[in-house]
């Protein structure tokens, strides 16, 4: 059984794996450490183990998939099932074809422990450097651990910190203003008036499930409207269709979509016109289209308002909107995004562009920084799951051409 120096007040989240063979190009004392304990940490220590190279995941809530257990009560994947699954093991039939966020816990928790992957729960690591010779990276962690590995893996997640705009005059709203990463279900909101700020695919799910669960009246903030599709037509998932237009050209793809989105009712008398820019130029950019699970519908029957953004808010409980509108929510949900907060991690490494986003990705490491790589941070058309996995083989494959 494996011990590790490092976990002297924390536990590994699953039974001990059996000692991997070590070898000149894996010292046992200069493992390759992966940061983070979601799909992405977990399928590229799987990668590597697969390789015969030691990899140890460094994780720092008190079990792996901590983040996933954190989403609202309701949430399901938009990418089915079998094209979800972590390499080496499928996820069950009895999850159906759209995951609940509960089966993925379990799943995760499943796969740390079928897997045999070592894994360090309870260690948050603050900053990566090289080591003094230039052979290795050096990670400060918490309690004053320094870990020396061979090449790093960075697997914090594209979803890392709630980002909650500064809006003018928020901190004199009556009501409550919540984050969309605090919030469950919509039992609290029950007969309440609830504003919900951005129209990305968590904002909509959150909408519907307010008007389902009985709030009064649901009003949606728009600042730029997205293009919406359907989460499936005719049992054809819309992830078959982003693996299927992927390495084709923009403008092409763009051009195919707009004739798609044809088939979708017209929104524009309920405030959403059909966008001005092509879906794939938008994905590209970062903005993933919002797969319909019932927003639609609910705007059609004007069970969801759409307003215009949000400007500022005034006292007396008023959100000041962009259109010059006023309106007095009592409760506000921010669906406004998350950042990577990587800068404290690696900002001083000039690898990040900026947006704070790392300049390689997958299997490319910076050119600066050889033997850092990088997984989780685009938001791929085809799954972010799919393009984990695939990027997992292609990060061990680099660390093996990397090692002595």
Known sequence: MITLALMEDSAPSAPAPEPVAITAANPADRPVYVIGGGPGGLATAHALRARGIRAVVV?????????????????????????????????????????????????????????????????????????????????????????????????????????????????????????????????????????????????????????????????????????????????????YSGILVRRLPVGLVDRICRVMALSLPDLSAHGLPRPDTGLYTRARQGAIPVQDVGLIDAVRKGRVEIVAAVEGFEDGGKVVLADGTRISPDAVVAATGYVRALETLVGHLDVLDERGLPLAHGPRAPRNAPGLYFTGFTTPISGTLRELVIDAGRIANAVRRQLP
Do not use: C
């Not at 949430?75 to 074809?97: D, E, I, N, Q, Y």
């Not at 422990?113 to 990670?139: F, K, P, Y």
């Not at 504003?195 to 909509?204: H, I």
């Open 59 to 239: 994780e720092k809530a008190d079990r792996v998939g901590a983040s996933w257990s954190r989403h609202y009560d309701r949430l399901h994947l938009h990418t089915t099932r079998r094209l979800s699954a972590l390499p080496g093991l499928k996820m069950p039939r009895r999850f159906g074809r759209w995951v609940t966020r509960d089966d993925m816990v379990r799943y995760l928790e499943k796969y740390a422990e079928a897997q045999e992957l070592e894994i360090v729960t309870g260690v948050e690591v603050s900053r990566i450097e090289r080591t003094e010779d230039g052979t290795g990276w050096l990670l400060h962690a918490s309690g004053g651990r320094e870990l020396t590995g061979s090449a790093v893996v960075v697997a914090t997640g594209y979803n890392h910190t709630p980002y909650l705009p500064g809006w003018p005059g928020r901190e004199t709203f009556a009501g409550d203003l919540t984050h969309a990463a605090a919030y469950r279900n919509g039992k609290p909101y029950a007969g309440r008036d609830v504003l919900v700020v951005g129209l990305g695919n968590t904002g909509a799910e959150i909408a519907v499930d307010l008007v389902e669960s009985g709030a009064e009246r649901v009003r949606l903030a728009v600042r730029t409207v997205p293009h919406i599709v359907r989460r499936s037509t005719a049992g054809w998932p819309a992830q």
